[in-house]
C-alpha cells in the first residue's frame, strides 16, 4: 500500500514537473526578439534599430514616416497589451476583452463620450501633414507586428488581439485626459457636505481660490444620502479600472545664471499611478533632419516629453476645473427644462460586444450640458432630474498630436508657444528650456470664463442658463513665466494666477508643500549642477508632516514626545518616528472627518488633492468645526483628539518608516494568484512619503501601507551637454515578463540611482546590446 501512495505520489512530482518545463519553454516563445532582420511593408528605406543596454531603442532611418512605422512596430513587441487596455479604456470596450464583469465600467466610459469625439477629431485632420502621416505609418508598424505575434496575455484570457487604428490613437489620449480630472471625484463630495452639514463645514475646507496659496446651489431635490452613495460610486468605478491615473508632477528648470556650466538645466517627474508595465516607453528617432529622444504613453507615436539637441520640455498637471456636474429638471421621460423651454433629450445608442456573450445596446440621454449620468450611476437612476456632465475636453478638436508633434520639432520658443496654444484639454504645464539660455513655464488649457457662474465645484443651475460657460478667455490669459528675474521656473501642481489680476482660476491644486521645497532648495544658488538636481528629485521632506509633529508633541510624553521633537520633516527609510507620524496624521483624519463622512465617502474623500489642502489648511491654523465629533454629544477638543492618536500610537509597534511603506508594480494578469509572482515587480520597501519632492503617494487603509503612485520617470537634463543627460523608469522598458529589460530597472529606481540617456549617434552604437533591422518589403 505504502509503495502504491509513493508510486502515485512521484507520479503525480513527475506530471508537474513536466508541466512545469513544457509551460517554461512555451513562455521563451514569447520572448521578444531584438536582433530581428525583417521586411516592413511600405517602408522607403532601410531603418536600423539599436538597442542600448536598458532596452530602449534609438531609431536611425531616412525619413521620419519610416521611423514612425518602426517605432510602431518596436513599440507593439514591448507594449502591446498595455497599448490595447490604455485605447480600451477611453473607448470603453473593456468588456470585449475581459467579458460580462467590465460590462457597468464600458457603460460609465462611453458615457464619456471619449470614443465619438474621437472621430470627429479624426474628421478635422489634414491628411498631407506631417503628423498625420507620421500616426498612419505608427499604426502601420503595430498591425505589422500583429499579423505574426500574439502577446502572451491573449493566451490566457482565450482571446485574440484587435487591431491598432487611427481612432484608438485618440482614445489614449482621451483615457489621460479623463484621468487628469479630480472633478468628477471631487465634486459630489462636496455637494453631499454642502447638502448636509451647511456652510460652516464648507468653509474649514481649502475649496475657493485661495490668494495666500503658493502660487477656486444647494439642491433641495438630491438627498444627502444618495448624493453620498453617487460619490462613493463614481469613486469605485474609476479605482476599479486598475489601470494608471495622472496625478500630480513635479518640474524646475534652473537658467544658466544658477548652474555650474551657464546651461539651463531641467528636472521632470510627472506623478502616476504605479503599473507594470510602467507607462512612459522611451524612445529616440534620428533621421538627417531630426534628432528627437521622447517619453512615449504606448499608444502615441508622437513623444509627450522629450529633448533635441537644443531644446527639452516636460510637463506637470495644471489641475485647473475643466469638468462640470449640471442639476437639470425633468418634464418626462423623454424631454427636460431649459431656459423656459421643454427640449427633447439627445439619444445617442452604445452598442458594447461582450466577450462570450450577445451585443448589449444601451441610450444615453445628452442634454446642453452633456450625457445624463442618471443612466450610468445606480444611485440616480430613482431621479427623474438630471445630472449633466460637461467637459471642456469635448467642446474642442483634439491637436495634442499636433500639439506633441510640434513640441519636438520646435526651433524657438514662439514656436513651442504656437504648439501650446493647440492644447485645451487635459490642462498641462508646459515646462521648456532651450541651448539659447531660454526657460519658460506655460499653462496650457482652454480656460472657461466662469465670472458669472456660481462656484462650480458644487452642481450647478442647469436650468435657467446663468451658470452656462458661453465664452473662453484667449490663451493670453493663461499663467506663464519667460525668463523670470529669479533665475527659475517650477511647477508642483499648486495653484496658478492668470495674467490679468481679476481673472481667477478654479481648480483641484495640490497643497505647497512641494513647491516651498523647490523654492527653498533653488533659491540663493548659483552652481547648480545634475548631481544638486538628482537630490533635490530624491528629497523625502515634507512641510505639512513637520508642522503636525509639532502641533502632536504639544501633548506627547517620554520617547514619543523626544521623537516628535526631534523630527525634521524627512521620512527617511531607517526612522521609527516617520512611521508613527504618519500613522498619527492617519488616525488624526479620521478622527476628524470620519464622522461626518462615513466610512466610504472619507475613502473617497482621502483620494481628493482637496483632502490634502485641507490638512494643511488644518494643521496650521489647529482649528475647524470639523474637529467635534458630530455622532457624540459632547464637544471634542484638538486635546481630546491628540491624545487619542497618541494612544493609537503608544498601542502599536513601529520598525522603521520603510517597512511600513511598500510598493509593487501590479500588472493586470497579475492579480490573479498564481500569476502574480510572474508578472508583478516587487514588493520594495521605499522611504519618503505623499507631496514630499520624492513623492511616493499611499492611501490611508492598513499598515503596511501600499504604494501606488508616484515618479513615472525621474528625468534630468543639462543644456549644456545633452549627452549627460540622465532618467530612471520604476520598472523597465518592456511589457513583456521574459524580456531581460522587463524589470530591469527596478532597483535602479527604488535605490535612487539613474542611467543614462545616450544621444549621440557613435556611442549608441558602441553601447548596444542588440540591432534590429528592417528593411522594405517590395
Known amino acids: 500500500m505504502k509503495k502504491s501512495i509513493t508510486r502515485i505520489f512521484l ?70 497589451f498595455q497599448m490595447d487596455l490604455f485605447r480600451r479604456i477611453g473607448s470603453g470596450t473593456l468588456s470585449e476583452l475581459f467579458g460580462k464583469d467590465m460590462l457597468k465600467n464600458d457603460k460609465f466610459l462611453r458615457a464619456l463620450q471619449i470614443k465619438n469625439h474621437a472621430q470627429k477629431s479624426i474628421n478635422q485632420l489634414n ?163 531630426f534628432n528627437f529622444y521622447g517619453s512615449h504613453l504606448p499608444g502615441v507615436p508622437f513623444g509627450i516629453i522629450g529633448h533635441t539637441e537644443h531644446h527639452s520640455w ?3 498637471m495644471f489641475e485647473n476645473d475643466d469638468m462640470d456636474l449640471y442639476l437639470g429638471k425633468s418634464v418626462s421621460d423623454k424631454s427636460y427644462q431649459y431656459r423656459n423651454e421643454e427640449i427633447e433629450y439627445e439619444i445617442i445608442n452604445e452598442e458594447f460586444k461582450i466577450k462570450d456573450e450577445e451585443p448589449v445596446n444601451k441610450n444615453y440621454r445628452k442634454t446642453v450640458h452633456g450625457v445624463v449620468i442618471n443612466d450610468v450611476v445606480d444611485e440616480l437612476r430613482k431621479y427623474e432630474d438630471p445630472v449633466s456632465l460637461w467637459w471642456v475636453y469635448l467642446k474642442f478638436d483634439d491637436q495634442l498630436m499636433e500639439a506633441c508633434y510640434k513640441f519636438s520639432h520646435s526651433k524657438s520658443v514662439n514656436e513651442i508657444e504656437d504648439a501650446i496654444k493647440l492644447v485645451h484639454a487635459p490642462g498641462l504645464n508646459v515646462m521648456y528650456a532651450d ?29 435657467t442658463g446663468k451658470d452656462d460657460i458661453t465664452e473662453y478667455y484667449p490663451f493670453s490669459v493663461n499663467p506663464k513665466s519667460l525668463n523670470p528675474e529669479t533665475g527659475f521656473v517650477y511647477s508642483a501642481n499648486n495653484q496658478s494666477e492668470s495674467l490679468v489680476d481679476s481673472i481667477k482660476i478654479p481648480g483641484y491644486y495640490l497643497p505647497d508643500d512641494r513647491a516651498n521645497r523647490i523654492i527653498e532648495m533653488i533659491e540663493g544658488k548659483d552652481d547648480l549642477d545634475i548631481g544638486y538636481f538628482q537630490k533635490m528629485q530624491l ?66 474623500f482621502l483620494q481628493t488633492h482637496l483632502y490634502k489642502r485641507t490638512l494643511e489648511k488644518l494643521v496650521k491654523e489647529k482649528n475647524s468645526v470639523w474637529i467635534d465629533n458630530v455622532s457624540t454629544e459632547n464637544k471634542e477638543s484638538v486635546e481630546h483628539i491628540m491624545k487619542k492618536v497618541i494612544k493609537a500610537i503608544n498601542s502599536n509597534d513601529f520598525s522603521n518608516w520603510a517597512s511600513d511603506h511598500i510598493l509593487t508594480h501590479e500588472h493586470p494578469v497579475g492579480s490573479q494568484k498564481p500569476l502574480n509572482i510572474i508578472f508583478n515587480v516587487g514588493p520594495f520597501e521605499v522611504g519618503s512619503t505623499n507631496e514630499a519632492l520624492n513623492n511616493y503617494l499611499f492611501k490611508y487603509q492598513n499598515r503596511p501601507y501600499k504604494v501606488h503612485a508616484g515618479p513615472s520617470m525621474r528625468k534630468i537634463v543639462d543644456l549644456s551637454d545633452v549627452n549627460s543627460s540622465l532618467n530612471v523608469l520604476p520598472t523597465g522598458q518592456s511589457g513583456v515578463f521574459n524580456s531581460e529589460w522587463y524589470d530591469d530597472q527596478s532597483e535602479l529606481y527604488v535605490q535612487g540611482n539613474w542611467r543614462p540617456m545616450l544621444f549621440k549617434k557613435d556611442e549608441i552604437k558602441k553601447n548596444s546590446k542588440s540591432k534590429s533591422e528592417f528593411y522594405p518589403a517590395n
Not at 544 to 567: C, H, N, P, R, V
Open 127 to 289: 491628411e498631407n501633414s506631417p503628423w498625420t502621416k507620421g500616426m498612419k505609418a505608427y499604426v502601420d508598424g503595430v498591425n505589422e507586428y500583429l499579423k505574426e505575434n500574439k502577446p502572451i496575455e491573449y493566451y490566457l484570457l482565450g482571446t485574440e488581439p484587435k487591431p491598432f487604428a487611427l481612432d484608438d490613437i485618440y482614445y489614449v489620449t482621451g483615457y489621460m485626459s479623463y484621468s487628469f480630472a479630480m472633478a468628477i471625484r471631487t465634486e459630489p463630495t462636496l455637494q453631499f457636505i454642502k447638502t448636509e452639514y451647511g456652510s460652516e463645514y464648507l468653509s474649514d475646507l481649502a475649496i475657493d481660490f485661495d490668494t495666500s496659496a503658493t502660487t477656486i446651489p444647494s439642491s433641495p431635490t438630491y438627498k444627502g444620502k444618495d448624493i453620498q452613495a453617487m460619490a462613493i460610486s463614481i469613486n469605485e468605478q474609476i479605482n476599479s479600472l486598475n489601470m494608471p491615473d495622472l496625478i500630480g508632477s513635479n518640474s524646475w528648470i534652473a537658467s544658466g545664471t544658477k548652474t555650474k556650466s551657464g546651461y539651463p538645466l531641467f528636472a521632470n517627474d510627472p506623478h502616476i499611478s504605479f503599473s507594470q508595465p510602467a507607462i512612459w516607453y522611451e524612445a529616440h528617432i534620428i533621421t538627417p533632419e
Open 314 to 316: 516636460g510637463f506637470t
Open 539 to 604: 528629497d523625502n521632506y515634507n512641510e505639512t508632516s513637520l508642522y503636525f509633529s509639532q502641533w502632536m508633541s504639544e501633548y506627547a510624553i517620554g520617547t514619543l514626545k523626544k521623537g516628535l521633537e526631534d523630527f525634521n520633516g524627512n521620512f527617511n527609510r531607517d526612522s521609527d518616528v516617520s512611521a508613527k507620524i504618519q500613522f498619527g496624521i492617519e488616525k488624526f483624519s479620521e478622527e476628524v472627518f470620519k464622522d461626518e463622512l462615513g466610512e466610504e465617502l472619507y475613502n473617497t
Open 11 to 80: 507520479g503525480l512530482i513527475t506530471v508537474v514537473v513536466v508541466l512545469l518545463i513544457i509551460g517554461f519553454v512555451w513562455s521563451l516563445s514569447f520572448k521578444p526578439d531584438y536582433d530581428e532582420n525583417r521586411p516592413l511593408t511600405d517602408l522607403q528605406d532601410s531603418v536600423e534599430v539599436f538597442y542600448d543596454q536598458y532596452g530602449v531603442p534609438h531609431i536611425l532611418a531616412s525619413n521620419e514616416t519610416d521611423a514612425y512605422r518602426a517605432l510602431g512596430y518596436i513599440q507593439a513587441k514591448d507594449r502591446f
Open 435 to 463: 541651448t539659447t539660455g531660454n526657460i519658460a513655464w506655460y499653462a496650457a488649457a482652454k480656460l472657461p470664463d466662469r465670472s458669472k457662474q456660481s462656484n462650480s465645484k458644487f452642481f450647478l443651475d442647469g436650468v
